[in-house]
C-alpha cells in the first residue's frame, strides 16, 4: 500500500521560492507515476506536475512552465518540487499523489491520479503579495 506524506510549505513573498518533498513509501514498482497537484480555498483540485518512477519524464501545467521543477531521488523514495518565482495564484494546499499507471506527458495522467491515485495529507503554500 502506497503512503505519501509531503513537507517543505510555508509562508513566501511573491517572487520566493519553496522546495516540497513528498516521501513515498509502498512505491515498489518502476510504473509509478508521482504528481503534484494543489487546491486554493474554493477550487477543484489541479494537476502542477508529474514524474516517471521509471526514467523521470515530467509533465508540467502550462502554468508552472518554467518556474517549476520536479524530480525524484529513488534512493530516497522522495519527489521534489522546487518552486521559483512563486504568485499569489500559486496559493494553496499542495498534495502529492501516486498511482501504476501508464505514462501519457498530457493531462490525463492528472486525471487518471485524480481518480485512482493514492494521495497524501498535504501541505499548505502561501504566497503573499
Known amino acids: 500500500e502506497e503512503q505519501l506524506v509531503e513537507s517543505g510549505g510555508g509562508l513566501v513573498q511573491t517572487g520566493g521560492s519553496l522546495r516540497l518533498s513528498c516521501a513515498a513509501s509502498?512505491?515498489?514498482?518502476?510504473?509509478?507515476?508521482i504528481g503534484w497537484f494543489r487546491q486554493a480555498p474554493g477550487k477543484d483540485r489541479e494537476g502542477v506536475s508529474c514524474i516517471s518512477k521509471r526514467d523521470g519524464r515530467t509533465y508540467y501545467a502550462d502554468s508552472v512552465k518554467g518556474r517549476f521543477t520536479i524530480s525524484i531521488d529513488n534512493a530516497k523514495n522522495t519527489v521534489y518540487l522546487q518552486m521559483n518565482g512563486l504568485k499569489p495564484m500559486d496559493t494553496g494546499v499542495y498534495y502529492c499523489?501516486?498511482?501504476?499507471?501508464?505514462?501519457?506527458?498530457?493531462?490525463?495522467?492528472?486525471?487518471?491520479?485524480?481518480?485512482?491515485?493514492?494521495w497524501g495529507q498535504g501541505t499548505q503554500v502561501t504566497v503573499s503579495s
Open positions: 499523489a501516486a498511482d501504476r499507471i501508464p505514462w501519457v506527458a498530457s493531462s490525463l495522467t492528472f486525471q487518471r491520479l485524480l481518480e485512482f491515485g493514492s
Open positions: 509502498g512505491l515498489a514498482y518502476n510504473d509509478y507515476v
